[in-house]
């Protein structure tokens, strides 16, 4: 049952969202903070400047549609950033998707988080790309899930007999990683 933080048995890619925050490189988090300052800047200072019909909304209002423009502008690159480095462990194009963020409106971030391909793991011994529905390396024959040695439906670790055809999992011998019913 201790299937959290264990990789090896994971290959599904689940992730907690802390490690997902690690993807997002240096250069995005500074290209965010600029992003908000630029945006800031322009609708603070320059743009007051050239266009002298004050805001008609409410300072408030005003006050807070600025803010949330130039948190959008952040969030983008950081959007952007992150994608640089999660779409090629998925077998996907980084730049496209990238460019694909700017698409007005979030569209483009919607249609990446609802597209993208499951994460390519690693054979545990060998290092080939697996992907997650895989039971064995298509290297190295490692297992890497546990499934039914009758029906090669998947089992989960805990289970004795497998639930599609009623097959004994024991009898398979798998390795001891991959079964939670050792005594
Ligand atoms: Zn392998
Ligand atoms: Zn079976």
């Given at each position: 049952?201790?299937?959290?933080?264990?990789k090896?048995?994971?290959?599904c890619?689940?992730?907690?969202?802390?490690?997902e925050l690690?993807?997002?490189?240096?250069?995005?988090?500074v290209g965010?903070?600029?992003?908000?300052?630029?945006?800031e800047?322009?609708?603070w200072?320059a743009?007051?400047r050239?266009?002298h019909h004050?805001?008609r909304?409410?300072?408030p209002?005003?006050?807070y549609l600025?803010?949330?423009?130039g948190?959008?502008?952040?969030?983008?690159?950081l959007?952007?950033?992150y994608?640089?480095n999660d779409?090629?462990?998925r077998d996907?194009?980084?730049?496209?998707?990238?460019?694909?963020?700017?698409v007005?409106?979030?569209i483009?971030?919607?249609?990446?988080?609802?597209?993208?391909?499951?994460?390519?793991a690693a054979?545990?011994s060998c290092g080939?790309?697996i992907?997650g529905?895989y039971h064995?390396?298509p290297?190295?024959?490692?297992q890497?899930t546990?499934?039914?040695?009758?029906?090669?439906?998947?089992?989960?670790?805990?289970?004795i007999?497998?639930?599609?055809?009623?097959?004994?999992?024991a009898a398979?011998?798998?390795?001891a990683?991959l079964?939670?019913?050792?005594?």
């Amino acid at each position: 049952m201790t299937q959290s933080g264990n990789k090896a048995a994971n290959p599904c890619g689940e992730s907690h969202f802390s490690d997902e925050l690690r993807l997002i490189p240096r250069w995005a988090i500074v290209g965010a903070l600029l992003a908000f300052a630029l945006v800031e800047y322009y609708f603070w200072i320059a743009l007051p400047r050239i266009s002298h019909h004050p805001s008609r909304l409410p300072a408030p209002l005003h006050f807070y549609l600025l803010l949330s423009l130039g948190a959008l502008a952040a969030l983008s690159v950081l959007i952007m950033g992150y994608i640089s480095n999660d779409a090629p462990r998925r077998d996907m194009s980084a730049r496209l998707w990238m460019i694909c963020v700017v698409v007005p409106g979030g569209i483009g971030v919607a249609l990446y988080f609802l597209l993208r391909q499951p994460i390519l793991a690693a054979c545990p011994s060998c290092g080939a790309h697996i992907d997650g529905e895989y039971h064995y390396c298509p290297q190295c024959a490692y297992q890497v899930t546990p499934c039914c040695g009758n029906c090669h439906r998947s089992a989960r670790i805990t289970d004795i007999y497998c639930v599609h055809c009623g097959h004994e999992l024991a009898a398979d011998h798998p390795p001891a990683r991959l079964h939670a019913f050792s005594n």
